[in-house]
């Protein structure tokens, strides 16, 4: 069973940053790929940004230029950097990593941004 933890969540102004971990209980270079999803208050879930086992990268247009997913492989870990925070982005953050047969979730963290 894979198991993914998420953390570096928390309160922050608008404006600021926040770096999320996510370290995940097998190595990721066994994953397709790696996203990062969050879930807004009243919301559906949502996709903010993906990168493959080979270093792609994907964005959401509303994270384009605000967030930046990275890993590390040493570490069994992915990250998501973010950026000049705004209101908007308060939401359950979720780490996922699928392996062509399974798809995994963290159990999430929550990023609340204040105005």
């Known amino acids: 069973q894979v198991q993914l933890v998420e953390s570096g969540g928390g309160s922050v102004q608008a404006g600021g940053s926040l770096r999320l971990s996510c370290a995940a209980s097998?190595?990721?270079?066994?994953?397709?790929?790696m996203a990062w999803y969050r879930q807004p208050p009243g919301k559906q879930r949502e996709l903010v940004a993906t990168?493959?086992?080979?270093?792609?990268?994907n964005y959401a247009d509303s994270v384009k230029g605000q967030f930046t997913i990275s890993r590390e492989n040493a570490k069994n870990t992915v990250y998501l950097q973010m950026n000049s925070l705004k209101p908007a982005d308060t939401a359950v953050y979720y780490c996922?990593?699928?392996?062509?047969?399974?798809?995994?979730w963290g159990q999430g963290t929550q990023v609340t941004v204040s105005s």
């Open positions: 996922y990593a699928n392996d062509l047969t399974y798809g995994y």
């Open positions: 097998r190595i990721i270079s066994s994953f397709n790929f």
């Open positions: 990168i493959t086992s080979g270093g792609s990268t």
